[in-house]
């Protein structure tokens, strides 16, 4: 697979991805199995890995943190203080997702604006203006998606010498948008059975949206993602002396 450098500014950290990871399993925040969202969690860290994406040294820190937590709550019970239960490991951890949520509720009032799209998807592409977004999703809904698809996929070796490059797929999900003007991200997934292909059409998505040509929407929390085309920009015409 060709090698291509992708940095974004929608990357989320580490409390983006617990928040996403409990919303998707309808989790209490105050009840997290800490066994299942610990090992979700790397599924994720080893996937952005995989993708050659530049994991700070936040998530690795919360993988540290989750492991601990785990850790703690494993120990037999005759290791606590007779007639106490001790402090729940995880109550730390529920704070700061407490006052993550806080803020989030706040920058949904700036968010409103962008609300407007959401009833029109399936009645035609939405008109986007150069100042609107071009990632209108959570970051880890995307890697869903292409979790989804990888495992899919039939256990095919791969050969040494295999080439999976980006631009082709580029130039294929802009061809595919000339003609339906909005297709399913999960459309897009389905020309690919390998995983190396699938994992360089995940690159070319996010190469399109760092180039402005396509925006990515989610229909609803946690729903569909679909593609849609930029517009090309109006260049004004040259004032006249």
């Given at each position: 697979m060709s090698a291509i450098d992708i940095h974004l500014d929608i990357f989320e950290g580490p409390l983006d991805l617990l928040m996403y990871l409990i919303n998707k399993n309808n989790l209490d925040i105050y009840d997290i199995p800490?066994?299942?969202?610990?090992?979700?969690?790397?599924?994720?860290?080893?996937?952005?890995?995989?993708?050659?994406?530049?994991?700070?040294?936040?998530f690795l820190v919360m993988a540290s943190t989750l492991m601990q937590i785990k850790a703690r709550m494993l120990l037999p019970s005759n290791e606590k203080d007779e007639g106490e239960e001790g402090p729940d490991p995880r109550k730390e951890l529920v704070e700061r997702l407490e006052e993550y949520q806080k803020f989030q509720k706040v920058s949904g009032v700036f968010e409103e604006r962008f609300m407007a799209f959401k009833d029109i998807y399936y009645r035609g592409s939405p008109v986007f203006s150069n100042e609107e977004k071009y990632l209108e999703?959570?970051?880890?809904?995307?890697?869903?998606?292409?979790?989804?698809?990888?495992?899919?996929?039939e256990p095919v070796e791969e050969?040494?010498?295999?080439?999976?490059?980006?631009?082709?797929?580029?130039?294929?999900?802009?061809?595919?948008?000339r003609e339906k003007k909005g297709v399913l991200l999960d459309e897009i997934f389905a020309f690919e059975n390998r995983r190396l292909g699938l994992i360089a059409v995940f690159l070319a998505v996010l190469e399109l949206v760092k180039q402005r040509k396509i925006a990515v929407v989610q229909d609803l929390d946690l729903g569909e993602i679909r593609l849609y085309p930029m517009p090309e920009p109006v260049s004004s015409p040259p004032e006249e002396i």
């Open positions: 800490i066994s299942q969202i610990t090992r979700e969690y790397l599924e994720y860290l080893d996937l952005m890995k995989e993708l050659n994406l530049e994991i700070a040294g936040e999703v959570e970051f880890f809904a995307l890697m869903d998606a292409l979790k989804r698809a990888l495992s899919k996929t050969i040494e010498g295999d080439r999976f490059p980006v631009e082709p797929r580029m130039e294929r999900i802009i061809a595919m948008l």
